[in-house]
Protein backbone atom coordinates (compact mmCIF):
# COMPACT_ATOMS: atom_id res chain seq x y z
CA UNK A 1 0.00 0.00 0.00
CA UNK A 2 0.94 3.38 -0.58
CA UNK A 3 1.11 6.12 2.57
CA UNK A 4 2.67 3.14 4.70
CA UNK A 5 5.99 2.44 5.82
CA UNK A 6 8.38 -0.04 4.37
CA UNK A 7 9.62 -2.55 7.80
CA UNK A 8 13.18 -2.90 8.09
CA UNK A 9 13.81 -5.48 11.87
CA UNK A 10 16.83 -5.67 12.92
CA UNK A 11 17.31 -8.36 14.58
CA UNK A 12 20.08 -8.43 16.99
CA UNK A 13 21.35 -11.62 19.07
CA UNK A 14 22.14 -11.35 22.70
CA UNK A 15 24.30 -13.69 25.22
CA UNK A 16 25.24 -13.65 28.46
CA UNK A 17 29.29 -13.87 29.38
CA UNK A 18 29.09 -16.86 31.40
CA UNK A 19 27.41 -18.91 27.83
CA UNK A 20 28.96 -19.45 24.69
CA UNK A 21 28.88 -16.82 22.55
CA UNK A 22 28.66 -18.51 19.39
CA UNK A 23 25.13 -19.92 20.82
CA UNK A 24 23.98 -16.97 20.29
CA UNK A 25 25.21 -16.35 17.32
CA UNK A 26 24.81 -19.69 15.71
CA UNK A 27 21.09 -19.34 16.64
CA UNK A 28 20.66 -16.16 15.14
CA UNK A 29 22.15 -17.60 11.91
CA UNK A 30 19.61 -20.32 12.29
CA UNK A 31 16.82 -17.83 12.69
CA UNK A 32 17.39 -15.43 9.65
CA UNK A 33 17.57 -18.45 7.61
CA UNK A 34 14.32 -19.85 8.51
CA UNK A 35 12.87 -15.95 8.03
CA UNK A 36 14.29 -16.14 4.22
CA UNK A 37 13.13 -19.39 3.80
CA UNK A 38 9.74 -18.76 4.25
CA UNK A 39 9.18 -15.23 4.19
CA UNK A 40 10.61 -11.90 2.34
CA UNK A 41 14.19 -10.99 3.25
CA UNK A 42 13.89 -7.09 2.81
CA UNK A 43 11.43 -7.39 6.17
CA UNK A 44 14.61 -8.48 8.23
CA UNK A 45 18.83 -7.18 8.58
CA UNK A 46 20.65 -9.64 10.25
CA UNK A 47 23.36 -7.34 12.94
CA UNK A 48 26.60 -8.97 13.16
CA UNK A 49 26.96 -6.98 16.92
CA UNK A 50 26.15 -9.81 19.27
CA UNK A 51 25.72 -8.48 22.56
CA UNK A 52 27.52 -9.97 25.36
CA UNK A 53 27.21 -8.32 28.71
CA UNK A 54 28.10 -5.09 27.90
CA UNK A 55 26.79 -1.31 27.38
CA UNK A 56 29.25 -0.52 24.68
CA UNK A 57 28.12 -4.06 22.26
CA UNK A 58 24.81 -2.42 23.10
CA UNK A 59 25.62 1.26 21.58
CA UNK A 60 27.54 -0.54 19.07
CA UNK A 61 24.37 -2.86 17.79
CA UNK A 62 22.02 0.31 18.12
CA UNK A 63 24.36 2.16 15.74
CA UNK A 64 24.49 -1.12 13.48
CA UNK A 65 20.92 -0.94 13.01
CA UNK A 66 19.82 2.55 12.62
CA UNK A 67 22.97 2.66 9.44
CA UNK A 68 21.04 -0.01 8.28
CA UNK A 69 17.95 1.81 8.22
CA UNK A 70 16.07 -0.52 10.50
CA UNK A 71 12.87 0.84 11.95
CA UNK A 72 11.87 -2.13 14.01
CA UNK A 73 13.97 -4.02 16.29
CA UNK A 74 13.87 -7.90 17.43
CA UNK A 75 16.19 -8.60 20.70
CA UNK A 76 16.79 -12.32 20.51
CA UNK A 77 17.78 -14.21 23.40
CA UNK A 78 19.90 -17.00 21.74
CA UNK A 79 20.78 -17.87 25.46
CA UNK A 80 19.84 -16.41 28.97
CA UNK A 81 20.82 -13.15 27.81
CA UNK A 82 22.80 -9.82 29.64
CA UNK A 83 19.18 -8.43 31.03
CA UNK A 84 21.18 -4.69 31.45
CA UNK A 85 22.25 -4.50 27.90
CA UNK A 86 19.74 -6.04 26.22
CA UNK A 87 16.96 -4.08 27.82
CA UNK A 88 19.46 -0.80 27.47
CA UNK A 89 19.06 -1.73 23.66
CA UNK A 90 15.21 -1.20 23.93
CA UNK A 91 15.44 1.81 25.86
CA UNK A 92 17.31 3.53 22.95
CA UNK A 93 15.99 2.33 20.13
CA UNK A 94 13.12 4.58 18.39
CA UNK A 95 10.62 2.81 16.77
CA UNK A 96 8.61 -0.75 17.84
CA UNK A 97 10.75 -3.58 19.37
CA UNK A 98 10.43 -7.34 20.59
CA UNK A 99 11.61 -10.18 22.64
CA UNK A 100 12.14 -13.43 21.65
CA UNK A 101 14.25 -16.51 22.99
CA UNK A 102 14.92 -19.47 21.74
CA UNK A 103 14.31 -23.00 22.77
CA UNK A 104 16.36 -25.53 23.35
CA UNK A 105 17.27 -27.83 20.45
CA UNK A 106 17.88 -31.55 21.18
CA UNK A 107 17.30 -33.86 24.07
CA UNK A 108 21.42 -34.59 23.21
CA UNK A 109 23.06 -31.65 23.69
CA UNK A 110 21.76 -30.06 26.87
CA UNK A 111 24.96 -29.24 28.57
CA UNK A 112 27.29 -27.37 26.65
CA UNK A 113 24.57 -26.04 24.46
CA UNK A 114 22.09 -25.73 27.24
CA UNK A 115 21.15 -22.13 26.86
CA UNK A 116 18.15 -21.23 29.48
CA UNK A 117 16.68 -18.39 27.25
CA UNK A 118 13.22 -19.65 28.44
CA UNK A 119 14.65 -18.12 32.07
CA UNK A 120 16.53 -15.44 30.90
CA UNK A 121 12.92 -14.24 28.60
CA UNK A 122 11.65 -13.92 32.78
CA UNK A 123 14.76 -11.26 33.56
CA UNK A 124 14.05 -9.50 30.83
CA UNK A 125 10.68 -8.83 31.05
CA UNK A 126 11.50 -7.83 34.80
CA UNK A 127 14.24 -5.47 33.48
CA UNK A 128 11.77 -4.24 30.95
CA UNK A 129 9.67 -3.29 33.84
CA UNK A 130 12.03 -1.83 35.95
CA UNK A 131 13.50 0.83 33.47
CA UNK A 132 9.69 1.70 32.54
CA UNK A 133 10.39 0.65 29.05
CA UNK A 134 6.66 -0.25 27.79
CA UNK A 135 5.47 -0.79 24.35
CA UNK A 136 7.46 -3.91 23.67
CA UNK A 137 5.79 -6.68 21.92
CA UNK A 138 6.48 -10.15 23.49
CA UNK A 139 4.23 -12.75 21.66
CA UNK A 140 2.12 -15.24 23.64
CA UNK A 141 4.36 -17.87 23.73
CA UNK A 142 7.80 -16.27 22.75
CA UNK A 143 10.22 -19.20 23.00
CA UNK A 144 11.18 -21.22 20.12
CA UNK A 145 13.40 -23.13 17.88
CA UNK A 146 14.39 -21.26 14.36
CA UNK A 147 11.35 -21.59 12.65
CA UNK A 148 9.16 -20.62 15.47
CA UNK A 149 10.93 -17.78 16.36
CA UNK A 150 10.74 -17.05 12.27
CA UNK A 151 7.26 -16.75 12.35
CA UNK A 152 6.73 -14.77 15.73
CA UNK A 153 8.99 -12.26 13.73
CA UNK A 154 6.55 -12.41 9.93
CA UNK A 155 3.45 -11.86 13.15
CA UNK A 156 5.58 -9.08 13.83
CA UNK A 157 6.10 -7.42 10.49
CA UNK A 158 1.77 -5.75 10.23
CA UNK A 159 2.25 -4.65 14.14
CA UNK A 160 5.55 -2.86 13.49
CA UNK A 161 4.17 -1.26 10.40
CA UNK A 162 1.21 0.03 12.30
CA UNK A 163 3.12 1.44 14.91
CA UNK A 164 5.92 2.85 13.09
CA UNK A 165 3.02 4.36 10.59
CA UNK A 166 1.29 5.98 13.65
CA UNK A 167 4.58 7.37 14.87
CA UNK A 168 4.63 9.54 11.69
CA UNK A 169 0.82 10.40 11.05
CA UNK A 170 -0.76 13.38 10.57
CA UNK A 171 -4.46 13.53 10.35
CA UNK A 172 -6.38 16.80 8.17
CA UNK A 173 -9.94 17.07 9.09
CA UNK A 174 -12.35 19.64 7.36
CA UNK A 175 -14.98 20.21 10.04
CA UNK A 176 -16.96 20.95 12.14
CA UNK A 177 -18.88 17.88 12.67
CA UNK A 178 -22.20 18.19 11.38
CA UNK A 179 -24.59 19.27 13.11
CA UNK A 180 -26.87 17.16 15.85
CA UNK A 181 -24.05 14.75 15.06
CA UNK A 182 -22.11 14.25 18.16
CA UNK A 183 -20.89 10.76 18.06
CA UNK A 184 -17.98 12.17 15.96
CA UNK A 185 -17.29 14.76 17.86
CA UNK A 186 -14.37 13.15 20.43
CA UNK A 187 -11.76 15.00 22.32
CA UNK A 188 -8.58 15.14 20.57
CA UNK A 189 -6.42 14.96 23.40
CA UNK A 190 -6.06 11.08 22.95
CA UNK A 191 -4.06 11.95 19.33
CA UNK A 192 -1.42 13.50 21.07
CA UNK A 193 -1.06 11.43 23.61
CA UNK A 194 -0.81 8.57 20.65
CA UNK A 195 1.96 11.04 18.90
CA UNK A 196 -0.36 11.32 15.84
CA UNK A 197 -0.88 15.43 14.72
CA UNK A 198 -3.96 16.57 13.62
CA UNK A 199 -4.64 19.95 11.65
CA UNK A 200 -8.39 20.75 11.88
CA UNK A 201 -9.77 22.91 8.90
CA UNK A 202 -12.63 25.20 7.60
CA UNK A 203 -14.72 23.10 4.80
CA UNK A 204 -14.86 26.77 3.75
CA UNK A 205 -11.21 26.63 2.84
CA UNK A 206 -11.42 23.26 1.46
CA UNK A 207 -14.24 24.95 -0.86
CA UNK A 208 -11.95 27.56 -1.52
CA UNK A 209 -9.18 25.11 -2.39
CA UNK A 210 -11.69 23.37 -4.43
CA UNK A 211 -12.79 26.20 -6.68
CA UNK A 212 -8.56 27.25 -7.17
CA UNK A 213 -8.56 23.71 -9.29
CA UNK A 214 -11.42 24.48 -11.57
CA UNK A 215 -10.24 23.60 -15.17
CA UNK A 216 -7.09 21.69 -14.02
CA UNK A 217 -5.03 20.25 -16.46
CA UNK A 218 -5.27 16.85 -14.83
CA UNK A 219 -8.39 16.57 -14.32
CA UNK A 220 -9.00 14.59 -17.69
CA UNK A 221 -6.75 11.97 -16.30
CA UNK A 222 -8.18 11.41 -13.45
CA UNK A 223 -11.62 11.26 -15.01
CA UNK A 224 -10.51 8.29 -17.39
CA UNK A 225 -9.05 6.50 -14.13
CA UNK A 226 -12.65 6.32 -12.72
CA UNK A 227 -14.66 5.51 -16.29
CA UNK A 228 -12.11 2.45 -15.91
CA UNK A 229 -12.54 1.37 -12.27
CA UNK A 230 -16.32 2.46 -12.59
CA UNK A 231 -16.83 0.12 -16.13
CA UNK A 232 -20.45 -0.62 -16.44
CA UNK A 233 -21.49 0.82 -13.33
CA UNK A 234 -20.66 4.47 -14.85
CA UNK A 235 -24.13 5.72 -14.53
CA UNK A 236 -23.23 9.25 -13.71
CA UNK A 237 -20.87 10.19 -16.35
CA UNK A 238 -21.69 14.30 -16.48
CA UNK A 239 -20.42 14.47 -12.34
CA UNK A 240 -16.98 12.79 -12.74
CA UNK A 241 -15.22 16.24 -13.77
CA UNK A 242 -16.12 17.59 -10.69
CA UNK A 243 -15.63 14.12 -8.31
CA UNK A 244 -11.96 14.66 -10.05
CA UNK A 245 -11.47 18.12 -9.44
CA UNK A 246 -12.13 17.12 -5.76
CA UNK A 247 -9.29 14.38 -5.53
CA UNK A 248 -6.91 16.50 -7.03
CA UNK A 249 -7.83 18.95 -4.35
CA UNK A 250 -7.24 16.38 -1.44
CA UNK A 251 -4.16 15.06 -2.88
CA UNK A 252 -2.80 18.70 -3.29
CA UNK A 253 -3.81 19.69 -0.14
CA UNK A 254 -2.00 16.81 1.17
CA UNK A 255 1.07 17.34 -0.28
CA UNK A 256 1.06 21.09 0.97
CA UNK A 257 0.20 20.59 4.70
CA UNK A 258 1.38 17.05 5.59
CA UNK A 259 4.40 19.05 7.02
CA UNK A 260 7.45 16.91 8.65
CA UNK A 261 4.93 14.09 9.03
CA UNK A 262 5.50 10.98 6.34
CA UNK A 263 1.38 9.71 6.58
CA UNK A 264 -1.60 11.39 6.62
CA UNK A 265 -4.97 9.94 6.94
CA UNK A 266 -8.43 12.21 6.11
CA UNK A 267 -11.78 13.53 7.94
CA UNK A 268 -13.83 14.77 5.12
CA UNK A 269 -16.84 16.53 5.79
CA UNK A 270 -19.83 15.59 3.19
CA UNK A 271 -23.14 17.11 4.67
CA UNK A 272 -25.25 18.71 5.03
CA UNK A 273 -23.37 22.08 2.80
CA UNK A 274 -21.59 19.86 1.28
CA UNK A 275 -23.54 19.11 -1.27
CA UNK A 276 -25.31 22.36 -2.18
CA UNK A 277 -22.22 24.32 -2.32
CA UNK A 278 -19.93 22.22 -4.09
CA UNK A 279 -22.67 20.29 -6.25
CA UNK A 280 -22.06 16.85 -5.43
CA UNK A 281 -21.13 14.36 -2.27
CA UNK A 282 -17.56 13.26 -2.28
CA UNK A 283 -18.61 9.49 -1.43
CA UNK A 284 -16.63 8.23 -4.30
CA UNK A 285 -13.48 9.69 -3.74
CA UNK A 286 -13.11 8.96 -0.36
CA UNK A 287 -13.30 5.40 -1.39
CA UNK A 288 -10.78 5.32 -4.04
CA UNK A 289 -8.63 7.85 -2.21
CA UNK A 290 -8.57 4.74 0.41
CA UNK A 291 -7.90 2.37 -1.93
CA UNK A 292 -4.46 3.68 -2.15
CA UNK A 293 -3.84 4.03 1.18
CA UNK A 294 -5.00 7.41 2.30
CA UNK A 295 -8.16 6.77 4.22
CA UNK A 296 -11.20 9.02 4.19
CA UNK A 297 -13.60 9.23 6.82
CA UNK A 298 -17.11 10.24 6.64
CA UNK A 299 -18.91 12.82 8.63
CA UNK A 300 -15.67 14.09 10.05
CA UNK A 301 -15.06 11.39 12.13
CA UNK A 302 -11.52 12.03 13.08
CA UNK A 303 -10.99 8.43 15.19
CA UNK A 304 -13.15 6.82 12.13
CA UNK A 305 -10.10 7.77 9.74
CA UNK A 306 -7.35 7.09 12.62
CA UNK A 307 -8.70 3.78 12.92
CA UNK A 308 -9.28 2.97 9.24
CA UNK A 309 -5.78 3.98 9.05
CA UNK A 310 -4.28 1.43 11.56
CA UNK A 311 -6.28 -1.18 9.74
CA UNK A 312 -4.95 -0.51 6.56
CA UNK A 313 -1.39 -0.63 8.00
CA UNK A 314 -2.20 -4.72 9.70
CA UNK A 315 -4.16 -5.76 6.82
CA UNK A 316 -2.13 -3.90 4.14
CA UNK A 317 -5.35 -3.96 2.35
CA UNK A 318 -8.23 -1.80 1.46
CA UNK A 319 -10.55 -1.27 4.58
CA UNK A 320 -13.68 0.72 4.78
CA UNK A 321 -16.32 2.65 7.25
CA UNK A 322 -19.39 1.54 7.77
CA UNK A 323 -22.04 2.28 10.08
CA UNK A 324 -23.74 -0.21 12.31
CA UNK A 325 -26.49 0.57 10.50
CA UNK A 326 -29.68 -2.20 10.53
CA UNK A 327 -30.99 -5.12 11.65
CA UNK A 328 -31.96 -8.17 9.45
CA UNK A 329 -35.13 -8.24 8.59
CA UNK A 330 -36.28 -11.64 10.37
CA UNK A 331 -38.00 -12.93 6.76
CA UNK A 332 -34.87 -12.32 5.13
CA UNK A 333 -33.20 -14.43 8.08
CA UNK A 334 -35.14 -17.41 7.44
CA UNK A 335 -35.13 -17.17 4.33
CA UNK A 336 -30.94 -16.50 3.71
CA UNK A 337 -29.30 -17.38 6.47
CA UNK A 338 -31.30 -20.00 9.04
CA UNK A 339 -29.90 -23.09 8.56
CA UNK A 340 -27.15 -21.96 5.62
CA UNK A 341 -25.06 -20.30 8.48
CA UNK A 342 -24.28 -21.08 12.12
CA UNK A 343 -26.02 -17.94 13.27
CA UNK A 344 -28.84 -17.08 15.32
CA UNK A 345 -30.88 -13.85 14.17
CA UNK A 346 -29.05 -11.64 16.65
CA UNK A 347 -25.88 -12.36 14.86
CA UNK A 348 -26.24 -10.41 12.59
CA UNK A 349 -26.81 -7.05 11.20
CA UNK A 350 -25.86 -4.54 8.23
CA UNK A 351 -22.96 -2.70 8.19
CA UNK A 352 -23.65 0.57 5.59
CA UNK A 353 -22.48 3.90 4.62
CA UNK A 354 -24.05 6.19 1.54
CA UNK A 355 -21.20 5.00 -1.06
CA UNK A 356 -17.45 5.03 0.80
CA UNK A 357 -16.43 1.09 0.15
CA UNK A 358 -13.76 1.40 -2.62
CA UNK A 359 -15.26 -0.96 -5.60
CA UNK A 360 -12.75 -3.29 -5.12
CA UNK A 361 -14.49 -4.29 -1.93
CA UNK A 362 -17.72 -4.40 -3.92
CA UNK A 363 -19.67 -7.39 -5.59
CA UNK A 364 -20.96 -4.96 -7.89
CA UNK A 365 -21.51 -1.49 -7.95
CA UNK A 366 -22.44 1.09 -9.72
CA UNK A 367 -22.50 5.05 -9.28
CA UNK A 368 -25.43 6.39 -8.41
CA UNK A 369 -27.03 9.70 -5.32
CA UNK A 370 -27.63 9.37 -2.15
CA UNK A 371 -31.31 8.40 -1.44
CA UNK A 372 -31.19 10.06 2.25
CA UNK A 373 -29.73 13.03 1.18
CA UNK A 374 -32.56 13.67 -2.09
CA UNK A 375 -35.17 13.15 0.05
CA UNK A 376 -34.53 17.01 1.37
CA UNK A 377 -32.74 17.88 -1.75
CA UNK A 378 -32.48 17.82 -5.41
CA UNK A 379 -30.85 15.05 -7.08
CA UNK A 380 -28.36 16.53 -9.17
CA UNK A 381 -26.64 17.49 -5.77
CA UNK A 382 -26.66 14.11 -4.70
CA UNK A 383 -24.34 12.29 -6.99
CA UNK A 384 -21.37 10.63 -6.30
CA UNK A 385 -21.72 7.58 -4.39
CA UNK A 386 -20.91 4.28 -4.97
CA UNK A 387 -23.23 1.72 -4.45
CA UNK A 388 -23.51 -2.22 -4.38
CA UNK A 389 -23.19 -5.07 -1.98
CA UNK A 390 -19.88 -5.71 -0.26
CA UNK A 391 -17.67 -8.46 -1.08
CA UNK A 392 -18.55 -11.77 1.03
CA UNK A 393 -15.89 -12.84 3.11
CA UNK A 394 -13.60 -13.12 6.50
CA UNK A 395 -13.52 -9.04 7.97
CA UNK A 396 -12.50 -8.00 11.07
CA UNK A 397 -14.92 -5.32 12.48
CA UNK A 398 -13.14 -3.20 15.18
CA UNK A 399 -12.49 0.84 16.03
CA UNK A 400 -10.29 2.67 18.45
CA UNK A 401 -11.68 6.10 20.20
CA UNK A 402 -11.48 8.09 22.48
CA UNK A 403 -15.18 7.92 24.50
CA UNK A 404 -16.97 11.25 26.20
CA UNK A 405 -14.86 10.74 29.33
CA UNK A 406 -11.52 11.19 27.59
CA UNK A 407 -10.31 6.92 28.06
CA UNK A 408 -8.86 5.46 24.58
CA UNK A 409 -11.02 2.46 24.35
CA UNK A 410 -11.17 0.32 21.68
CA UNK A 411 -13.55 -2.77 20.12
CA UNK A 412 -12.51 -5.76 17.72
CA UNK A 413 -14.83 -8.64 17.16
CA UNK A 414 -13.98 -11.62 13.85
CA UNK A 415 -17.10 -12.36 11.65
CA UNK A 416 -17.54 -12.48 8.14
CA UNK A 417 -20.14 -10.70 5.43
CA UNK A 418 -22.04 -13.43 3.97
CA UNK A 419 -23.44 -13.79 0.42
CA UNK A 420 -26.71 -13.04 0.83
CA UNK A 421 -28.49 -10.22 -1.41
CA UNK A 422 -29.38 -7.16 0.83
CA UNK A 423 -31.63 -5.91 -1.39
CA UNK A 424 -31.17 -2.25 -0.02
CA UNK A 425 -29.14 0.63 -1.35
CA UNK A 426 -26.05 2.30 -0.45
CA UNK A 427 -22.33 0.38 -0.16
CA UNK A 428 -23.89 -2.50 2.37
CA UNK A 429 -23.18 -6.16 3.49
CA UNK A 430 -25.52 -8.52 5.63
CA UNK A 431 -22.53 -9.01 8.58
CA UNK A 432 -22.40 -11.84 10.70
CA UNK A 433 -20.59 -11.90 14.25
CA UNK A 434 -20.43 -14.38 16.63
CA UNK A 435 -22.82 -13.10 19.91
CA UNK A 436 -23.15 -9.82 18.28
CA UNK A 437 -26.28 -9.35 20.32
CA UNK A 438 -24.25 -9.28 23.64
CA UNK A 439 -21.34 -7.80 22.22
CA UNK A 440 -23.60 -4.62 21.05
CA UNK A 441 -25.65 -4.68 24.20
CA UNK A 442 -22.49 -4.95 26.88
CA UNK A 443 -19.55 -3.44 24.59
CA UNK A 444 -20.75 -1.20 21.55
CA UNK A 445 -23.77 0.49 23.58
CA UNK A 446 -22.48 -0.10 27.41
CA UNK A 447 -19.05 1.99 26.32
CA UNK A 448 -20.46 4.67 24.51
CA UNK A 449 -18.89 3.80 21.21
CA UNK A 450 -20.24 5.83 18.26
CA UNK A 451 -22.15 4.41 15.09
CA UNK A 452 -18.97 3.58 12.70
CA UNK A 453 -17.17 0.71 13.00
CA UNK A 454 -14.21 0.23 10.43
CA UNK A 455 -13.64 -3.10 8.51
CA UNK A 456 -10.32 -4.83 7.59
CA UNK A 457 -11.32 -7.25 4.89
CA UNK A 458 -9.75 -10.54 6.99
CA UNK A 459 -9.13 -11.82 9.92
CA UNK A 460 -6.38 -9.41 11.71
CA UNK A 461 -7.74 -9.24 15.32
CA UNK A 462 -4.65 -11.06 16.49
CA UNK A 463 -2.29 -8.71 15.28
CA UNK A 464 -4.61 -5.85 16.29
CA UNK A 465 -5.22 -6.44 19.61
CA UNK A 466 -0.93 -6.13 19.86
CA UNK A 467 -1.14 -2.94 17.96
CA UNK A 468 -3.37 -1.51 20.43
CA UNK A 469 -1.64 -2.80 23.58
CA UNK A 470 1.67 -1.35 22.00
CA UNK A 471 0.15 2.18 21.62
CA UNK A 472 -0.96 2.31 24.74
CA UNK A 473 -4.78 1.09 25.12
CA UNK A 474 -5.14 -0.96 28.16
CA UNK A 475 -6.07 -4.33 27.82
CA UNK A 476 -9.18 -4.02 30.60
CA UNK A 477 -10.56 -1.10 27.61
CA UNK A 478 -10.33 -3.37 24.77
CA UNK A 479 -13.63 -4.92 24.35
CA UNK A 480 -14.77 -8.05 22.33
CA UNK A 481 -17.10 -10.59 21.66
CA UNK A 482 -17.41 -12.85 24.27
CA UNK A 483 -18.32 -16.39 23.17
CA UNK A 484 -21.54 -17.89 24.59
CA UNK A 485 -21.48 -18.94 28.46
CA UNK A 486 -18.94 -16.13 29.44
CA UNK A 487 -21.29 -13.46 31.03
CA UNK A 488 -19.86 -9.34 30.67
CA UNK A 489 -19.78 -8.04 33.92
CA UNK A 490 -22.94 -5.97 33.61
CA UNK A 491 -24.75 -8.62 31.90
CA UNK A 492 -27.50 -9.88 33.75
CA UNK A 493 -27.36 -13.53 34.98
CA UNK A 494 -30.85 -14.38 34.72
Known sequence: MNNSPKVKIGIVAVSRDCFPESLSVNRRKALVDAYTAKYDAADIYECPVCIVESEIHMVQALEDVKAAGCNALVVYL????????ETLLAKHFDGPKMFIAAAEESQNDLVQGRGDAYCGMLNASYNLQLRNIGKVYIPEYPVGDAEDCADM??????????????????????????????????PIKQLYNLGVEIEENSELDLFEAFNKHEGDPRIPEVVADMESDLGCGNKKPEILAKLAQYELTLKDWIEAHKGYRKYVAIAGKCWPAFQTQFGFVPCYVNGRLTAQGIPV??????????????????????????DINNSVPKDMYKESIEGKFDYKHTDTFMGF???????????????????IMARSLPIEVTNGTLEGDLVPGNITFYRLQSTADNILRA?????EVLPVATKSFGGIGVFAIKEMGRFYRHVLIEKGYPHHGAVMFGHYGKALFEVLKMIGVETSEIGYNQPAGVRYPSENPF
Request: glycine share 8%; charged share 15%.
Open 297 to 322: SCEVDIYGCLSEFIGTQISDDVVTLL
Open 353 to 371: HCGNTASCKMSFHEMKYQM
Open 78 to 85: GNFGPEIS
Open 153 to 186: IHDFVPIARAVAALADLKIISFGPRPLNFLACNA
Open 411 to 415: YIAEG
